[in-house]
């Protein structure tokens, strides 16, 4: 049985074909091989869950904003163009991310919770981070996360 969101991929990646749609058929047969990659990883082949389908996106989809990243330093703005559009096009497969202001509060709260077992201050990090992680999976990146921990802590 094939997870809902991969279906779903294949679904689109046949219209954006029929569409002549270049960026959109490349950037999702490139996840769609990910995510074959995936399933035929380890001892023996498995079907993903779509919880594995989006840890899979998530995961192309950061590759994408950091290849933009890495292309606007070095000067070739066309290229971080397409990767962020690669990037943008992917993100509409994955949960809507979490506002600044829903994940400082988040942070907020689990910093207080960390406070009351008697952790705290920078060398508190795991136990905020262990008491958060949980509630943003997939939500928020995780280089977000730690950096507003850090920030709250630092407080």
């Known amino acids: 049985m094939t997870s809902k969101l991969k279906q779903q991929l294949q679904e689109d990646l046949t219209a954006a074909i029929r569409a002549r749609d270049e960026l959109r058929s490349g ?11 995936e399933e035929v ?11 594995e389908v989006l840890q899979v996106i998530t995961r192309e ?9 890495a292309f606007e330093q070095g000067g070739r703005a066309e290229s971080a163009q397409r990767e962020r559009a690669e990037g943008e096009l ?6 809507k991310q979490l506002t600044d202001e829903e994940l400082t509060a988040i942070v907020a709260d689990a910093v207080a919770e960390a406070k009351a077992s008697g952790a705290e201050g920078p060398r508190a990090m795991g136990a905020v981070m262990k008491i958060v992680n949980p509630k943003v999976s ?18």
Do not use: C, F, M, N
């Open 138 to 155: 997939g939500l928020a990146e995780g280089g977000r996360v730690a950096a507003l921990v850090k920030q709250a802590l630092a407080g």
């Open 27 to 37: 950037t999702i047969r490139l996840t769609l091989t990910a995510i074959t990659k």
């Open 61 to 69: 989809a950061k590759k994408r904003r950091e290849a933009a990243e």
């Open 41 to 51: 990883a380890g001892t023996s082949a498995r079907e993903l869950s779509d919880a």
């Open 90 to 95: 992917l993100a509409e497969y994955l949960p």
